[in-house]
């Protein structure tokens, strides 16, 4: 439930409680509703894998996704999409054999995922997308699919009727440079050649909507290939809407203490102020962003094989939510999720039923055998603490139409990995607001093992009125939800007046009562 926000606007000592009148509160948050930016209505929302072997109908992990409180999924997904037939729902061994020799990229058992299952139909996802309320951003299959055929598919999209945020060409196209856009002249991989092959199929889906946010793909800034980038900057032609880009730090190594300061220093030197410094290639490329992958860190070292020990977790969501809230605060990011709607950022389950699922899929491609409908096996779902935590800001920001500038003083320090003297801020807060001035509502990160008092300030003017606090918090950020337990991490909710107790490892929204 929203509020609508007046006792921001009002001089409301009235409500303010002896207690907290007689406390200095170590932290001051300062919202200027004078200087905002937009925010995309559908800004915040998450990737999804036709891989993962869990039906689009499938009513008990819909009923939990529906808790994350999405704006948008990414359909088909990403490795899994780039030899994805729309046409047939199926992955297609033919083009999955156009990537040998790639060091990362799609496999076999993807194709034999999506056949045990009887494939994955368009028609299916967009019911679900439905079902949550939900756009699409679309990552077409730009690398072994046809421009006539995205053309159709942009067709039949709106035949349908379904609802599409943006369009994405060729997930991740500057990791297959060296197998798709090699350069016959230097014998490299050549951004611009994947530039000049991308415009066919952004002419066939403008063709059918005009209007259609179309994006290219940059690198990683975490992992960036400059002259990828730099190409992308010196193309003559920008004929493109917008820049898509993932957001994947290095693992880190050591104590989940060590993982949680070299996360906050992605948060402080490698989210916003990529886009915002001229001296930054992303800052370079364009005015419009999206970034429809990140986490905290990669779920899977895909050189080690090592797994991430912060994506799923309490801190897992933090990250997340700050570095969303730092990139709306930017007001050139369109959309930006996570990955993905299922495992650990999203709907998680004890049992992914993989195995059985591939060798189904095997036997389907074979001819000796028949798919089988999923919802009939045990997933044990459950909701991530990350995708809770998440929650808190979702609700936010897909009921807000702007930004409000927002500033933080004092607080807590926390240790983080990169910056000048080591530490960050250990709390960060951005305002949202609807189309009436007066609806506003605030979000807060607290990275800290302590609580944090803070005071609001509205224009300038202190806030002591009755606020409702949704909230989740856990004294240790390192922990997650199971199946067994699945409320280890949940949403939480109380009034506060005030001077406002922010809780340790939290994220917080703040909305104002109506006065009675």
């Known amino acids: 439930m929203k509020y609508r926000l007046s006792v921001f606007s009002l001089a409301l000592s009235l409500f303010l409680s002896p207690l907290a009148a007689a406390q200095s509160p170590q932290a001051t948050i300062d919202i200027d509703t004078h200087h905002s930016v937009r925010l995309n209505r559908a800004y915040s929302g998450a990737n999804t894998d036709v891989g993962f072997p869990v039906e689009y109908w499938d009513s008990r992990f819909n009923t939990l996704a529906a808790k994350a409180d999405y704006a948008w999924i ?10 994805y037939d729309w046409h047939t729902g199926q992955e297609r061994l033919d083009w999955l054999a156009e990537f040998a020799g790639a060091d990362v990229g799609p496999t076999a058992d993807e194709v034999y995922l999506v056949a045990g299952r009887g494939g994955a139909q368009l028609l299916d996802a967009a019911r679900r997308a439905e079902y949550l309320g939900v756009t699409f951003v679309v990552c077409a299959n730009a690398l072994t699919d046809t421009p006539k055929s995205i053309g159709e ?80 900057a010196l193309y003559p032609d920008r004929y493109w809407d917008a820049i898509s880009f993932h957001s994947y730090p290095a693992q880190s190594t050591g104590g989940f203490d060590t993982w949680v300061a070299n996360e906050c220093g992605a948060l402080a030197t490698r989210s916003s102020t990529l886009l915002t410094d001229p001296a930054s290639l992303l800052g370079s490329l364009s005015d419009r962003f999206i970034i429809s992958e990140f986490n905290a860190s990669n779920d899977i070292d895909h050189k080690t094989g090592a797994t991430s020990i912060t994506d799923g977790t309490l801190w897992g969501g933090i990250f997340a939510a ?102 960050m801020p250990a709390l960060y807060a951005t305002a949202y607001g609807g189309d009436d001035d007066d609806d506003l509502s605030l979000v807060i990160t607290n990275k800290s093992k302590n609580p944090q008092k803070v005071q609001i300030r509205l224009n300038g003017r202190k806030v002591d009125g009755r606020f409702a606090l949704r909230f989740v918090t856990a004294p240790s950020a390192d922990v997650s939800n199971s199946f067994a337990n699945p409320t280890a991490v949940s949403v939480q909710a109380r009034d506060a007046q005030g001077v406002i107790e922010i809780p340790p490892f939290s994220v917080v929204s703040i909305t104002g009562h109506d006065r009675p």
């Open 74 to 83: 990414r359909f088909p997904g990403g490795t899994t999409g780039l030899m």
């Open 153 to 232: 598919l942009a067709a039949f999209i709106k035949r349908h009727h379904i609802r599409v945020a943006a369009w994405e060409l060729a997930n991740e196209a500057y990791l297959y440079k060296s197998i798709f856009f090699v350069n016959p002249l230097t014998g490299k991989g050549d951004a611009g050649l994947y530039l000049d092959a991308m415009k066919p199929f952004r002419d066939a889906i403008k063709r059918v909507d005009p209007d259609a946010i179309v994006s290219v793909f940059a690198s990683d800034p975490n992992h960036e290939d400059a002259n990828w980038d730099a190409e992308i």
């Open 322 to 423: 700050e570095y969303m809230m730092r990139m709306s605060a930017t007001g050139k990011v369109l959309n930006v999720g996570q990955n993905a709607a299922e495992n650990h950022s999203g709907v998680d389950c004890a049992n992914t039923n993989r195995k059985l699922v591939i060798a189904i899929g095997k036997d389907v491609i074979a001819g000796t055998g028949t798919p089988i409908d999923t919802a009939t096996l045990d997933f044990g779902f459950f909701v991530s603490a990350q995708a809770v935590a998440t929650s808190v800001l979702n609700e936010v920001v897909r009921h807000s139409r702007r930004v409000d500038f927002t500033t933080v003083t004092g607080g807590d320090s926390v240790a983080a990995t990169g910056t000048l003297d080591g530490t």
